[in-house]
Structure formats: C-alpha cells, structure tokens
C-alpha cells in the first residue's frame, strides 16, 4: 500500500489523538484513498485506489464512518486549528456560512427533505430539489499561489427538514438555530480572536445577530440586506414581564419608530454620503463605491 510523505504524514497525525489505535490505522487509509480518488470519494473508491480491491473484510473500513466511536467536533477543532496557525495566524478571522443539498435518494435517508434548488432557481423560476441540506462553516482565507480567496470548510453539519422531526420526541431547529449553535462553538473555540462571519440574506435573522450582539466577545456579522425592508426599534422592556426579542405590532403603532427606509434615503437630496476604497480581496485592485 502506498503511503504519503513526511509533511502530509505530520499533518494527519495531528488527528491521530482522537482515535483508538485500531480504527487509526483504517482512518489513515481511507483518507489516503480520498486524497488520491478522482470523481466520487467512496469507500470503495478509496480502497480501489490504493490497491486494497481485493480486501476481504472490507467491511472494516466502512465501519469507521457508521460504527466507530470518535468526535467529529473534536476533528474540527483540530482542523480549524490547523487552517489559521497557517493562513490566518494574525488578524480577524473570517468566517463563511452557507447551507447546501447533497441530492440523495434513498428509502433508508430519513432525513432528506424538498428544497429550494438556489442554483436552478431564480426570481420567477420556483426548482425543487430533494437531498440532504448542510450548514458548513468555512475559512475565507487568500491562497498565495491560486491568486484569489478560497473558502476551506472546518465545520459541517446536517440541518434536517421539518418533516424530519414529525412524530419523534425532538423539535424542529431551524438553519439559524443551527448556525446560532455552530457559532457560539466557534467562539468558544477561539474566545481571543476577532471573528467576522460573512452569510446570505437566509441569516439575517434578528434573534440570530441579537444573540451574536450579546456575548461577551461579541462577533461581527455581515448578511445581505434589503434596502426596502421595515426596520424598527426594540420594544421598551415592561416591567414584571419577560424581555422580548422584537416589538409586537402593538408597541409598532404606540411607539411608531419606525427607522427612515434605506431605499428612501439613497434618494434623498439631504442625506450626505461620501466616498470610500474598499479593496475587493487582497490581490484584487481597489475600487471606489458610494
């Protein structure tokens, strides 16, 4: 069986911790063969690879994915680590969060659902997809030698359908509660250093920033925006009862502060704006926008 060289080898042993001796030794050829599988990273695939298509207990090396006990946290953490003491040692951490489906099918996938296929889809064009959705977290780093910003990802989990939950004994989480969970275990993995997370509009949830406003290293996060959106202030906190996360329509049309629309307000003769460089990634030219 072939093996990697030194460098790659004392990378991998940096995970070797977190396995019992036996399924290390069937780990270390799995990832072997998905370094060296072109197309589809299966098992199989994997084994064939490295000249194990032979092997008569296969089985063994598909146990470490479905049998095995080992932290895949624990595996992240390291990961994580090992992503920024190389591209990101100084300076804040960027981070980027986004969901995606695995299409799979399958009566044995329980946990797949329908969603909205965002790459087939558009503003009047509604495709359905039916898979897997994952909520990955990603290191925005610039890679030297590919000249542009690459997102590594650290951090993965699976964010099931509501029709998931239906019957059984544990609620339904939405994406943000999901990604809500991912971050403050972000934090806790990195209590000293600045972190910026960089999502789409799906994450432009009040509760979600509010909870992200309050820690006590707050994390700065950047979601896209609508221009046109109704933007109010918090509802006062009464006193005997609990505070809210947001105003009820009744305390919208007692107080009435309401913010001035962002939309408006680019059209507005009275509004000053001035003009600042932004650099549009580390090797790109800066621009100027308004």
């Keep these: 069986m072939p093996t990697l060289p030194n460098d790659y080898l004392s990378l991998i042993c940096a995970f070797a911790p977190y396995f019992s001796n036996l399924v290390w030794q069937h780990a270390q050829v799995l990832v072997l063969g998905a370094i060296l599988t072109p197309g589809q990273r299966t098992?199989?695939?994997?084994?064939?690879?490295?000249g194990l298509s032979a092997e008569r207990h296969f089985q063994t090396y598909h146990r470490v994915l479905n049998r095995a006990a080992w932290s895949s946290g624990a595996l992240s953490r390291v990961l994580l680590g090992l992503l920024i003491q190389t591209f990101a040692?100084?300076?804040?951490?960027i981070i980027g969060l986004d969901d995606t489906i695995e299409r799979r099918r399958g009566a044995k996938i329980r946990a797949?659902?329908?969603?909205?296929?965002?790459?087939?889809?558009?503003h009047s064009h509604f495709v359905k997809a039916s898979g897997l959705r994952w909520l990955s977290a990603m290191l925005l780093v610039?890679?030297?030698w590919a000249q542009r910003v690459w997102a590594l990802p650290f951090l993965t989990v699976l964010a099931p359908s509501e029709r998931y939950y239906a019957g059984g004994k544990r609620t339904h989480k939405k994406l943000t509660d999901w990604a809500r969970q991912m971050l403050l275990q972000l934090r806790r993995w990195l209590p000293q250093r600045a972190?910026?997370?960089?999502?789409?509009?799906?994450?432009?949830?009040?509760?979600?920033?509010?909870?992200?406003?309050?820690?006590?290293?707050?994390?700065?996060?950047?979601?896209?925006?609508?221009?046109?959106?109704?933007?109010?202030?918090p509802?006062?906190?009464?006193?005997?009862?609990?505070?809210?996360?947001?105003?009820?329509?009744?305390?919208?049309?007692?107080?009435?502060?309401?913010?001035e629309n962002q939309l408006a307000a680019g059209d507005d003769p009275a509004v000053v704006w001035r003009r600042s460089a932004h650099p549009r990634d580390r090797f790109g030219d800066s621009r100027l926008v308004a």
């Design 43 to 50: 098992v199989a695939a994997a084994l064939r690879i490295v």
């Design 89 to 93: 040692a100084t300076g804040h951490v």
């Design 112 to 122: 797949k659902g329908i969603y909205r296929d965002p790459v087939r889809s558009s």
């Design 142 to 144: 610039p890679i030297p």
């Design 195 to 233: 972190l910026v997370v960089v999502a789409d509009s799906s994450f432009a949830v009040i509760s979600l920033l509010g909870r992200l406003a309050q820690l006590a290293e707050p994390i700065c996060m950047i979601v896209r925006f609508r221009l046109d959106a109704a933007l109010y202030a």
């Design 235 to 259: 509802a006062p906190a009464s006193k005997g009862t609990p505070a809210r996360e947001g105003p009820t329509p009744a305390d919208l049309e007692a107080s009435g502060r309401r913010s």
